[in-house]
Antibody
Framework: QVQLLESGGGVVQPGGSLRLSCVAS????????MHWVRQAPGKGLEWVSF????????YYADSVRGRFIVSRDNSRDTLFLQMNSLRAEDTAVYYC????????????WGQGAPVNVSS | QSALTQPASVSGSPGQSIAISCTGT?????????VSWFQQHPGKAPELIIY???NRPSGISNRFSGSKSGNTASLTISGLRADDEADYYC??????????FGGGTKLTVL
C-alpha cells in the first residue's frame, strides 16, 4: 500500500533553516507529482508546494515563495522541502502528499512532520 | 490566495443529512471542476472523500456526495453516523496555478 514517511522536523530558531524529507513506498514514486501541505496547531490545512513527477514544474504558496524550495530524488523515492528564513508562523505539521494524477487533487498523505519555529 | 469560505461548524442527528458549503471566486472554485473534499479526524492525516466536484475515490461511501454551482461547491453527507464527526476541508485548484483550502468545517453528530 502507499506509504509516505516524513522526517526532519524539529525545533528551529526564527531565521533558521530546516530540510524535510519524505520517503515514498508502495507505488512508482517517479511517475507521480507530489505536494507539501501544512497545518498550524489548532488551525486548518494550508497548501504549501507542488512538484511535478520530473521536477520541471514547481508551484509555491505566496506565504513561502522565495523561502522554501521543493525538490525530489526519484532514484531514492524521496521528496524534500528546504525551508529557509523560518518564521514563527511557519510552525505547523508538514504533510507530504501524493498528487491524484490529472485530477488536481491529493489522494494519499503521510502522517506529518512537526516543525516548531521558536526562540 | 485567500482561503475558500466554509462554515465554521455544522451539526446533525444520526440518520439526517447535512451540507457543507465552500465559497470561492471565479479564479478558483468557479474556474474549474477541480474541487476536492477531505475528512480529518483529530490527530489523523486528512482523507480524500470527493475529487473533481463529485467523484468518490474507491472505498468511500456513497453517503458522501459533492456538487458545484458557480463559485460555490457543496459536500452533502446523508445518513449521518457518529463516526462522520470530524473536520471537513474543501480545496480548489486556481487560475494562479496553486491550490487553496477552505478554512474547515467541524461536523458534530448530535
Amino acid at each position: 500500500q502507499v506509504q509516505l514517511l516524513e522526517s526532519g522536523g524539529g525545533v528551529v530558531q526564527p531565521g533558521g533553516s530546516l530540510r524535510l524529507s519524505c520517503v515514498a513506498s508502495g507505488f512508482t514514486f517517479g511517475t507521480h507529482a507530489m505536494h507539501w501541505v501544512r497545518q498550524a496547531p489548532g488551525k486548518g490545512l494550508e497548501w504549501v508546494s507542488f512538484i511535478s513527477w520530473d521536477a520541471n514544474t514547481k508551484y509555491y504558496a505566496d506565504s513561502v515563495r522565495g523561502r522554501f524550495i521543493v525538490s525530489r530524488d526519484n532514484s531514492r523515492d524521496t521528496l524534500f522541502l528546504q525551508m529557509n528564513s523560518l518564521r514563527a508562523e511557519d510552525t505547523a505539521v508538514y504533510y507530504c502528499s501524493r498528487d491524484l494524477s490529472e485530477r488536481y487533487s491529493i489522494d494519499h498523505w503521510g502522517q506529518g512532520a512537526p516543525v516548531n519555529v521558536s526562540s | 490566495q485567500s482561503a475558500l469560505t466554509q462554515p465554521a461548524s455544522v451539526s446533525g442527528s444520526p440518520g439526517q443529512s447535512i451540507a457543507i458549503s465552500c465559497t470561492g471566486t471565479s479564479g478558483d472554485v468557479g474556474a474549474y471542476n477541480y474541487v476536492s473534499w477531505f475528512q480529518q479526524h483529530p490527530g489523523k492525516a486528512p482523507e480524500l472523500i470527493i475529487y473533481e466536484v463529485s467523484n468518490r475515490p474507491s472505498g468511500i461511501s456513497n453517503r458522501f456526495s459533492g456538487s458545484k454551482s458557480g463559485n460555490t461547491a457543496s459536500l452533502t453527507i446523508s445518513g449521518l453516523r457518529a463516526d462522520d464527526e470530524a473536520d471537513y476541508y474543501c480545496i480548489s485548484f486556481t487560475t494562479s496555478s496553486s491550490w487553496v483550502f477552505g478554512g474547515g468545517t467541524k461536523l458534530t453528530v448530535l
